[in-house]
């Protein structure tokens, strides 16, 4: 299916000034795709130009449109010397591949520089027409539509979900060529960033040939990544779910998106699949399985001997209580159940979903979270099919010679056996929420993986089970839909772990655990009390400098006790919090040369299913070893901060009549010391009459002033000021009346350790305060927001060089409204959110551009019922609407001012003919409502501008809207680099304006495509370097994330006539400027 | 241990008002969190000072950022790296070109050039307004001339339209490049008691009456240049106190109009002549760039400070004034109608906007 790939290049505005002379730039633009190369004429002195070029077309095989960017440069004309470089567009014109997605794409782009950054911008439209050509024999995949998305994509429904699909690809990376000693460093990270984006279109392309040979036309929860390995290479690895969704007709769209049920979604949709690329396709590959490692070549184990490798035993976590219940109730219903779905998914070598959230009724059972790490020696790529100077010809996945991928390959196959091993042992066949990391630092590479064992709903899995009809009742679990999921699904007599099981709080029929620890977000039908928090567990680990195994070894020593603390820190935490499971978990460990740190974050919540945590005990080890009233001190402190902690979460679970639910600790005569070890315990339990449920208080023993340090550094997470709530979850437990105010950001904190011999305590301490200061910074800047809440605060956490910490956040902040947050109707909060968006659709719409007169119809619509909802308390919102109205007024009476003066003086009748005028004619043609007509002036007042507002979010929804298209997933790399460090106000400076543009250049792609926001946002890799003595910087950015059109909630009507105008108006306006 | 690096970026852009008017003030970072620990700022949100700081800092890094577009306001509209809501655009541009009185009194009339640059010190000593503070607020005053300097059309318009300020503000800037550039002398001691906003109500009045813009609004510097014409026309006012007659009659139109309803009368009718010459003098020298500077400080002195130690009030002076002018008119042989009533709107509003303590 070859096509034809047309870009106009429209103008230039706000270059830099490229001649001293003149002080003003003649510039000219080359259009490259592939190997073919256009120019357009040169606009001599102008720092504005107008270019408007021909139509460049480039005729290309859909295989190159996948992988190759459109490159479009723009340089000054020197006559003679050499034409200088002033920036670079890279475009990638996969969205343009899909029918439904976006068809054009036009806008005005940042011209970007590695060295200067932004220079000016450039309005580019791009074009592409498809061939319809069934090539049996095709390598590309256009057509599979990819979500970063961890959940089934509103305006989609899912017929069918296929399972993992994973690809890696590997290359030299060119700043470690021999080349780069002579070239200059913007042409290396050219070279970079090019490169990147080459493997990126390469590895998407391939993992959609795997798609389509599933049957399947989508991949969602996306997750691409790269491994920087310095010198063995550049790595770039991606997971993802198959699926096959279908698209909701707009009329039948509302709240469609995880609410639906399977049962009410017509199963005749799936015919209509606009997936025909995907039923055609299964023969295409015919030979190729699913499996997912190439063809292995003889030698790969004998290379795999070389390299060194230590697989981590793994932890497996799940509730750490003392444990052991008699399980009378063996479930036969539930061994028939576990085969029948277990068929379904033995075809999968590896059962796992990168997906965290569900449609209801997908997720019958969650076991705990599986985890595995291993440590690898990096080895170098040793490539033939790369010479040194044709370097970018990319590896071949088949080709003989690329045998080093297979052992990247083999080492994430390794890691992915012993999760679903671990999986099967918590006696689930599935996991869910599954995400894979590294941590580099020189030659050794930790790669994790994680995820939550779980049982599916084998209806899903199975091809020709979605006929409804056929559903098999009797495997189907009675249990009821908040609590089935917390029901354990393993075998109580043979358990896996030691474990405290009572019966379900809820149903009563069946056991859960006492503490759930999982991975995915918190499902929406759920029974929760109280809110939800951020729980994290932070720690720091020294190690001593090594080179090659003796370092792989140390490493590889540390881990499980790593993980074994946070562990402990997050169950201390939690019962501080009187919560009982944690979504949302992950685990980052980041090795540096001498230590090694770790960060888990989840979002801890009190399930009402689970019994209520006990509380924490105190406990010398020896009567005499520590004064028995310090002790009682502790002991009072910690019995306070979880009082305090019950009433600032809300926590006030049903009170249930057989048992004391409020009495947080036991008797000390049943205290069980389990501190510490699992196997300590097995002593103790029979003599617990568990039955009932009785909690059992976690003890902590104070055995030596470690002990003292650590129940000092539990106590010393500050809770959130009055106002604030926080979780790293999609939503946010015990809170959905959103309201309309947004503020995405992204912060990154270094730390320099100057004091070189610091202890382990001293350096977790630092790491602790560093996070909570994050935190506390956070609460301060968006106090404006209050009421509101930091949701889905992503943390991550390197070791850039020998002394320095790093840490960088990602989260949105979202108001909402403090009065109904107790409501927890399901209708209550769509309504007001409909309300809050009314309100605010005013601006961020006629904001666009391409708000035409569609818009202006729906927008006086709304206006009158806009004017009269009150401001409510969010007064001091950071978002754009809720100012709107007050803003306007302000304007209006300035214009008001103007205009009665203009009047009152003869002369300036004529003079300000031009601007007059277009004010009366849109005061006349408009017969709009007054707020409508005012706002329409006060854009206007800014020369009519055209900067899109996209809104950004790394949660999957805008509070307020409705997501009415996906135009194609985003995903950008760039590289910025400085030799005047100091000149551009230092690290902070030189990362502030870099983040930045990185948002800017974001921004423009996404209105390029017709879209005004960006979910599932994430940054995924920073990596920042510095030399201060050489005043030089670089840092390295790649994010990702959905482009999409959303609009308010309430106009669901005018929803496709505007989306039409959106893209179509878009580039005309865009065009026009 | 030390912080290395500390930054936060929005997707929109956050700025605090209060951080931002230290930032225009000039206030160092360390001085603006001091400030803001007065405010009393810490008490919300928890916040230690390592916190206020740290957003102090990331606050002035981004105004930093964003001078650069304000110094061309029609730019932060369709730039694209900063995110920022059209009311905060607004505040933005209202803020940064918002200056001190105070400082504006002392550079008022004089030429924006790099030697009074060089005087901003001692300035800012004098009118403990920041140095960094004054510099702002100089480089506004000859960017914002530089621009409206080669446009055509109404000044207050232009400069509207260019750096997208509120009216009162733009009329403010009109009157600061119509001083700037007729460099009229405010400087003396004589003129120490006028305000810039005496000046600036002054300067509206010049430049919507006696600019060639007043006639003819579509020429270069129309609202900056006085009509030379109409300066011209000027001396043929010198008729009436000239003509022996003619200033007579004037005189005896003026105390019938004026007897019985002033406490002052008998000053007024012995001062006649001096100040009927005084205004018209003044009138006839307009020609001379040298006696355009010295228009308001010859209006003090031949006008404004006789009437003072005569003891007129300002209703006396209002009075007056009306009567002088409207008396012109019954006058048989003054043909001079048009351009005595352009010439005395003028001066009549001045004069009372200056006569005050």
């Known amino acids: 299916m070859p096509g034809k790939l047309k870009a106009k290049i429209v103008a230039g505005r706000h270059l830099p000034v490229m001649d001293r002379a003149s002080d003003l730039t003649d510039a000219f633009v080359e259009v490259k795709f592939g190997n073919t190369t256009f120019k357009t004429d040169v606009c001599p002195k102008s720092l504005n130009p107008q270019w408007n070029s021909e139509w460049f077309k480039f005729e290309v095989d859909d295989e190159d449109l996948q992988d190759e960017p459109l490159q479009i440069t723009v340089l000054d004309h020197d006559t003679y010397s050499a034409n200088d470089a002033i920036g670079k567009v890279y475009i990638d014109i996969d969205p ?29 439209i791009v074009k592409v027409e498809l061939f319809n050509d069934l090539n049996r024999f095709r390598q590309s995949s256009c057509g599979v539509k990819f979500f970063c998305t961890t959940c089934i994509p509103q305006c989609y429904r899912a017929t069918l979900v296929h399972g993992f699909v994973e690809e890696l690809v590997v290359n030299e990376d060119p700043e470690y060529q021999w080349i780069d000693r002579i070239r200059t460093p913007r042409a290396s990270n050219e070279a970079r960033q090019r490169l990147i984006s080459l493997m990126s279109g390469e590895l998407q392309r391939k993992i959609g040939l795997k798609v389509l040979e599933m049957g399947g036309n989508a991949v969602v929860g996306y997750l691409q990544c790269f491994d920087l390995e310095g010198e063995s290479g550049l790595v770039v690895r991606a997971i993802g779910t198959a699926c096959t969704l279908d698209k909701l007709s707009s009329g039948s769209a509302p709240n469609t998106n995880t609410h639906m049920h399977p049962n009410t979604a017509p199963a005749s949709n799936a015919c209509n699949s606009p997936s025909k690329d995907g039923k055609e396709s299964p023969l295409a590959h015919g030979c190729r399985s699913t499996h997912n490692s190439p063809v292995h070549s003889v030698c790969s184990s004998q290379r795999l001997s070389q390299n060194f490798s230590v697989s981590v035993p793994t932890l497996i976590f799940t509730g750490m209580g003392s444990g052991g219940s008699a399980g009378k109730e063996a479930g036969p219903l539930r061994t028939l159940l576990r085969q029948q779905t277990q068929t379904a998914l033995e075809q999968r070598e590896f059962p796992f979903f990168t997906l965290t959230s569900f449609p209801p009724g997908f997720l019958l059972h969650v076991g705990g979270v599986v985890s595995a790490r291993s440590v690898k020696l990096l080895d170098r790529i040793h490539n033939p099919a790369l010479g040194n100077t044709r370097s970018y010809k990319l590896l071949d996945w088949n080709s003989v010679t690329a045998d080093e991928p297979e052992t990247r390959d083999a080492w994430w196959e390794e890691i992915r056996q012993e999760i679903k091993s671990h999986a099967r042992a918590l006696g689930c066949h599935a996991v869910v929420g599954y995400s894979e990391s590294t941590s580099i630092c ?9 995820g939550t064992a779980a049982i599916l709903n084998p209806r899903y899995m199975r091809e020709g089970c979605l006929d409804i009809g056929c559903t098999d009742h009797r495997f189907e679990e009675p249990s009821p839909p908040n609590c089935g999921f917390c029901h354990i699904p393993y075998d109580e007599l043979n358990m896996p772990f030691p474990a405290q099981l009572t019966y379900c709080y809820h149903c009563r029929r069946q056991k859960v655990p006492d503490v759930l620890f999982t991975t995915i977000d918190l499902p929406s039908e759920a029974a929760v009390a ?127 009549a057989e048992e004391g639910v409020g009495s947080p600790i036991p008797e000390p005569r049943h205290r069980s010391r389990l501190f510490r070890s699992h196997s300590e315990s097995s002593d103790e339990l029979s003599e617990l009459d568990l039955s009932h449920g009785k909690k059992d208080a976690f003890v902590l023993e104070i055995d030596d002033t470690d002990a003292v340090e650590d129940i000092h550094s539990l106590l010393i997470d500050a809770p959130p000021p009055t106002g604030f709530y926080s979780c790293n979850t999609e939503n946010m437990p015990g809170i959905s009346n959103w309201t309309s105010g947004v503020q995405m950001f992204t912060s990154v904190r270094v730390l320099r350790l100057s004091n070189a011999n610091l202890t382990n305590q001293g350096l977790n301490k630092i790491f602790t305060d560093l996070c909570e200061n994050l935190l506390k910074s956070f609460y301060f800047k968006l106090r404006s927001m209050i009421p509101c809440c930091l949701c889905h605060l992503n943390f991550t956490v390197a070791v850039p060089e020998e002394e320095l910490i790093q840490v960088t956040v990602t989260a949105v902040a979202m108001t909402y409204d403090k009065e109904q947050t107790q409501e927890k109707t399901a209708e209550k909060p769509v309504n007001k959110g409909s309300l809050e968006a009314e309100e605010q659709l005013q601006f ?69 003919q031009s601007l007059a005028h277009s004010v009366s004619s849109l005061e006349r043609c408009s017969p709009l409502q007054e707020g409508r007509s005012r706002s329409l002036r006060s854009s206007r007042s800014f020369g009519g501008s055209s ?26 790399f760039f590289i910025r680099e400085t030799t005047s460090l100091r000149e551009e106000g230092g690290v902070s400076g030189f990362l502030h304006s870099f983040i930045a543009e990185v948002f800017a250049m974001v921004r423009a792609h996404v209105a390029a495509l017709g879209g005004n926001a960006v979910v599932s946002y994430s940054m995924k890799e920073c990596v920042f370097m510095e030399n201060p003595n050489k005043n030089q910087a670089q840092c390295l950015i790649n994010v990702s994330g959905d482009a999409v059109i959303c609009i308010s909630e309430t106009d669901q009507e005018s929803s496709a006539s505007t989306a039409n105008t959106g893209q179509t108006g878009g580039s005309e306006t865009d065009g026009a400027t | 241990m030390s912080v290395e690096l500390d930054v936060f970026v929005g997707n929109t852009t956050i700025m605090d008002e209060e951080v931002y008017q230290l930032w225009l003030d000039g206030y160092t970072v360390n001085d603006a969190v001091k400030v803001r620990m007065e405010g009393g700022v810490m008490d919300e949100c928890e916040a230690s000072k390592d916190v206020l700081l740290s957003d102090t800092m990331d606050q002035y890094r981004t105004f930093q950022m964003c001078e650069r577009l304000l110094h061309s306001p029609a730019k932060l509209a369709n730039q694209l790296l900063f995110q920022i809501p059209p009311h905060r655009q607004i505040m933005l541009i209202e803020r940064y070109y918002a200056f001190d009185d105070t400082f504006v009194r002392e550079v008022l009339g004089k030429k924006l050039s790099k030697g009074t640059k060089k005087d901003l010190d001692d300035i800012s000593a004098k009118t403990s307004v920041t140095l960094k503070s004054c510099r702002r607020q100089f480089d506004n005053f000859k960017r914002v ?68 813009g007043a006639v003819d609004n579509m020429v270069e510097d129309m609202d900056v240049d006085l009509d030379k014409e109409f300066l011209q026309e000027l001396k043929e006012l010198k008729i009436l106190i000239t003509d022996k007659d003619l200033l ?31 205004l018209i003098n003044i009138a006839a020298k307009l020609t001379n760039t040298k006696d355009v500077r010295d228009f308001f400080i010859d209006l003090v002195e031949k006008f404004i400070e006789p009437c003072r130690s005569d003891r007129w009030s300002a209703a006396d002076m209002k009075l007056y004034l009306t009567h002088y002018t409207n008396s012109a008119h019954i006058l048989d042989t003054f043909k001079h109608q048009v351009v005595w009533d352009r010439y005395m709107g003028v001066v009549k509003s001045c004069i009372f906007k200056m006569y005050h303590d």
């Open chain 2, 145 to 212: 001339f530089k621009v409206v300097e080669e446009l055509k059309g109404p000044l207050v318009e232009n400069i509207r339209q260019h750096f997208l300020l509120s009216d009162k503000l733009a009329r403010d800037y009109a009157a600061i490049v119509f001083f700037a550039n007729n460099r009229f002398e405010t400087g003396k001691r004589k003129l120490q008691y006028l305000s810039f906003q005496d000046f600036a109500f002054c300067a509206g009045q010049l430049i919507s009456n006696w600019t060639v």
């Open chain 1, 442 to 450: 020189e030659e050794v590479c930790i790669l994790s993986a994680s």
């Open chain 2, 248 to 278: 007579d009659q004037h005189k005896s139109l003026v105390c019938t109009a004026l007897r019985g309803k002033t406490k002052v009368f008998i000053e007024m009718e012995g001062s006649f002549k001096n100040l009927s010459r005084g």
């Open chain 1, 96 to 124: 343009l591949l899909y029918s439904e997605a976006a068809s054009v794409i036009s806008g005005w782009f940042p011209i970007y520089d590695t060295i200067h950054g932004i220079r000016g911008e450039i309005n580019v």
């Open chain 1, 947 to 972: 900067v899109t507002v996209v809104k950004m979010t790394p949660l999957s929804f805008l509070p307020g809207t409705r997501i009415i298209k996906y135009l194609g997933i985003i995903n950008m």
């Open chain 1, 530 to 656: 109280g809110k939800g928090c951020l729980i994290q567990a932070r720690l720091c680990r020294l190690k001593k400098k090594a080179q090659g195994e003796a370092n792989a070894t140390a490493i590889s020593n540390l881990l499980p006790f790593m993980e074994y603390e946070l562990h402990t820190q997050l169950m201390n935490k939690l019962k501080l919090r009187s919560m009982n499971a944690l979504f949302g978990l992950h685990i980052q460990i980041s090795v540096g040369e001498n230590m090694l740190l770790g960060l888990a974050s989840a979002t801890g919540v009190y399930l009402t299913a689970l019994p209520a945590p006990g509380g924490i005990q105190i406990a010398g080890k020896t009567p005499g070893d520590l004064s028995s009233e310090h002790i009682s001190s502790i002991q009072k402190r910690i019995n306070d901060t979880i009082a305090v902690n019950k009433e600032l979460y809300q926590i006030n679970p049903p009170e249930l």
């Open chain 1, 844 to 912: 961020p719409l006629e904001l666009c551009a391409d708000s035409s007169s569609s818009n202006i119809q729906t927008a006086s619509k709304i206006s009158g019922v806009g004017e009269s909802t009150n401001m409510s308390p969010r007064a001091a919102s950071v978002d754009y609407g809720s100012f709107a109205d007050r803003c306007s007024t302000w304007l209006e009476l300035l214009r008001l001012k103007a205009h009665t003066i203009r009047r009152g003086s003869v002369k300036t009748s004529r003079r300000t």
